[in-house]
């Protein structure tokens, strides 16, 4: 019997390469394409095939889905940075939503079965908590915005050419092989790095901002096993952890787990919503999902990693679009372009 034949876009990157694994334990052909701009060739199992491109080229695309011949796609590709976005408009409606619509022409033109997206809480913007699925979504951010905006194309599509999808809303996932380089999102990522530096972990605000962290072995699992799920074809779920913690909680676990005393920056308040988790019950009563790692061990794994790989020098994003309300820290940092 021939394996089914999976494409995980993004796969290089944090989450897709975790997927990647899990996929072919459950022995799928994987083929991931990534452009490696926030991930890592090390990082996908050598069992892939690894394609390097970018899903804005729209005749790579094309190629790889007529070679490839793909039951599947899991579209993780994006630039998830919610508080950046909002100053690189353009690139982010570029990587994040024409990328995405690049896929979906694909997918639908080839017969795709299941395409599986990779979304966010962020499309949420300042509803009332938990966030749940029957919420109206009001996103505060152009990346929450672009992410809406391919759910809404993916449900159309599924309207007008009947192919299926399932759209995952996960949120401020965290674990192994995320790529604490990134100064501009990830926070767990970023204080593990600022603290191998010998730096204060720095905070926007008063640090009681709310959030419910997620192992990423809590979560990958499930959309691993998302396609032959019957039911959960053309839904949407909040994918994650139940309980939230305040950043400064946060601060606390990492400095403990890293084996440092806590040091604090305390930054500007940046433009965010204050307290942001969702609730879960559509997943449990889907999947019978349940998540198993408490925060407490799930920073102890990644502070173990994030030591053993150690810190990682912070790239700067030099394709800055508007600097006005910029926060303060972040304008001195970047290298800026008119």
Known sequence: MDKAKALVTGGAGFIGSHL??????????????????????????????????SITDSKLVKAVFAEGKFDYVFHLAAYAAEGLSHFIKRFNYEN???????????AINHGIKCFIFTS???????????????????????????????EQELRVSHEMFGMDYIIFRPHNVYGEQQNIGDRYRNVLGIFMNQIMHGLPMTIFGDGEQTRA???IQDIVPVMADAPLKPHARNQV?????DNSYTVNDLAKMI?????????????????????????????????????????????????????????RRSKLFD???????MPPSWRAELSLVS
């Open 20 to 53: 990647t694994d899990a996929l072919l334990e459950r022995g799928y052909e994987v083929h991931v394409l990534d452009d490696l701009s926030g991930g890592f060739r090390e990082h996908v199992d050598p069992r892939a095939y690894f394609i390097q491109g």
């Open 319 to 325: 394709e800055v679009e508007i600097v006005k309300n």
């Open 255 to 311: 400095a403990s787990a890293m084996g440092v005393p806590m040091r604090v920056e305390y930054l500007p308040a940046r433009n965010e919503v204050k307290h942001a988790f969702s609730d879960h019950k559509k997943l449990q009563e889907t999947f019978g999902y349940t998540a198993k790692f408490s925060l407490e061990e799930g920073i102890a794994r990644m502070a173990r990693w994030a030591l053993s790989v150690g810190a």
């Open 120 to 150: 966010s809480i962020a499309v949420y913007g300042r509803n009332q908590v938990p966030m749940s699925e029957d919420m109206v979504p009001v996103p505060e951010d152009p990346y929450g915005i672009a992410k809406l905006a391919v």
């Open 96 to 106: 994040n939503l024409i990328g995405s619509v690049n896929l979906i022409n694909a």
């Open 237 to 241: 779920f909040n994918i994650g952890a």
């Open 213 to 215: 962290f997620t192992y």
